[in-house]
């Protein structure tokens, strides 16, 4: 397997960037509060106020994204799908034309439309693997984890145990706290430390 560097970020640093006008560390702070990374615990009112600074502020197309999933979720404000599909719409345009320019959180979130079927977008599970899969390349911390997960069930992909464990292991080492504890949920339906 290639040599995956995955990337983690500062809180502050995030907070500050984005006030300066950075877009992406807007939708990192917004996502490391909706999904518990970086540190950050889970805070969806948190998670949506920075998705919608990058959103309305900034014009960032990740924010965008990240506030459609505010709205489809109910996390942070109240629960809203018509909402959450313009949001999607609006913002998959845009997203494509960064994933071009390979921006892996751009790339990371065109697989959750394929998973999800978002704005239209066909669902399609090996097709959601093979972007998420991209993004975990470029060391989309969350796309390592997601690619464990997809491993392990088989979602658009052949499962593979091994595999599944070399990624989880890989987002755990890098303070994941969900990778390590699925990691921890496996062993319990089988020895995962006998998988090598």
């Given at each position: ?6 990337m983690t970020?500062?809180?502050e640093k995030?907070?500050q ?15 490391s509060?909706?999904s518990t990374?970086n ?14 600074y ?8 990740r ?5 459609g999933?505010?709205y489809?979720?109910g996390?942070?404000?109240k629960?809203d ?9 609006k913002?998959y345009?845009p997203?494509?034309k960064?994933?071009e320019?390979?921006?892996?959180f751009?790339i990371?979130?065109?697989?959750a439309?394929?998973f999800?079927?978002?704005a239209?977008?066909?669902?399609d ?12 390349m470029?060391?989309?911390?969350a796309g390592?984890?997601?690619?464990g997960?997809?491993y392990?069930?088989?979602t658009?992909?052949?499962i ?28 319990k339906?089988?020895?995962?430390n006998?998988i090598e």
């Open positions: 397997m290639k040599e995956i560097i995955p970020f500062e809180i995030l907070e960037d984005s006030k300066n006008g950075d877009g992406l560390s807007a939708y990192i702070l917004g996502r509060y909706f990374e540190g950050a615990e889970c805070n969806y009112n948190k998670a949506f106020e920075w998705y919608k990058g959103a309305e502020i900034l014009n960032d197309p924010c965008i994204y990240g506030e999933i505010c489809d979720d996390a942070g404000v629960q799908g018509q909402k959450a599909n313009e949001l999607f719409i913002a345009e997203l494509t960064l994933a320019m390979n921006d892996p751009a990371f979130i065109l697989g439309y394929h999800y079927g978002f239209g977008v066909e669902k599970d090996a097709k959601a693997f093979e972007k998420i899969y991209d993004a975990a470029m060391g989309h911390l390592i984890y997601d690619i997960t997809f392990y069930n088989g658009g992909v052949k593979d145990y091994i595999k599944s464990k070399e990624y989880l292991k890989i987002a755990s080492e890098a303070g994941l706290e969900r990778a390590k504890q699925k990691l921890d949920e496996w062993e339906d089988f020895n995962i006998d």
